[in-house]
């Protein structure tokens, strides 16, 4: 534990002036994101309240959004703290991925597996555990956008009929058959090979 001393001669700020500005850096985000992805999207976007507070949370945290070139995909990367998603995918798509990321980059943070303590299958689970809490809750922000008449994908419209019927077991379930559009691999098969590339084999444990 460390103090910073300057933050004890800044003033502190009344409850309405911190609201303000509160409002004021909400606003200049929406213009961001406005600028980055267009103002159709925006307007989608605010359609839906939860993904607006997933966005007010990863502007407060300081991780950044990207439009990245190439096929359509999205990923959180921990070095560079940015969520890049596809430039060319469809808006539905760029929404639902901002807060599937959002998860993985401030909800539930993946951590490297370590050399001699993590066991292959404790990290393959775990690494499940997170992409299942990842889809349950892009599965709020399908239904906030069909409850505003916004179209979603059939592939969404998948998981969230897999979820009201059987809750996030349901999920975890279908997402160990799931082929990962990455590798080809299902994604307990490209979990693993994650451990490996991370943990020499001597000091792998099963
Ligand atoms: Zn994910």
Same mark, same amino acid.
């Given at each position: 534990m460390f103090r910073i001393p300057g933050l004890f001669l800044m003033p502190r700020k009344t409850d309405s002036e911190q609201s303000k500005a509160k409002a004021k850096a909400a606003k200049s985000s929406l213009r961001n994101l406005k600028r980055q992805f267009g103002k159709r999207m925006v307007e989608t976007l605010l359609k839906s309240p939860t993904l607006i507070d997933d966005i007010d949370k990863i502007r407060a945290a300081g991780v950044r959004i990207r439009l990245v070139d190439g096929p359509c995909r999205a990923y959180y990367d921990r070095k560079k703290r940015t969520i890049y998603i596809g430039r060319w995918c469809p808006r539905n798509y760029k929404l639902i991925s901002i807060a599937h990321e959002f998860v993985h980059a401030l909800v539930k943070p993946t951590l490297d597996p370590i050399p001699g303590k993590t066991g292959r299958q404790e990290f393959i689970n775990r690494c499940l555990e997170e992409e299942t809490e990842a889809i349950v809750h892009e599965i709020e922000i399908v239904k906030e956008l069909i409850k505003a008449g916004t179209p979603v994908d059939p592939k969404e419209l998948e998981w969230l009929k897999r979820y009201r019927r059987g809750g996030r077991k349901a999920i975890r379930k279908a997402l160990e058959k799931t082929i990962t559009? &990455? &590798?080809?691999?299902?994604y307990p098969e490209y979990y693993g090979s994650w451990y490996d590339e991370i943990v020499p084999p001597a000091q792998r444990i099963p």
């Open positions: 559009s &990455t &590798t080809g691999e299902d």
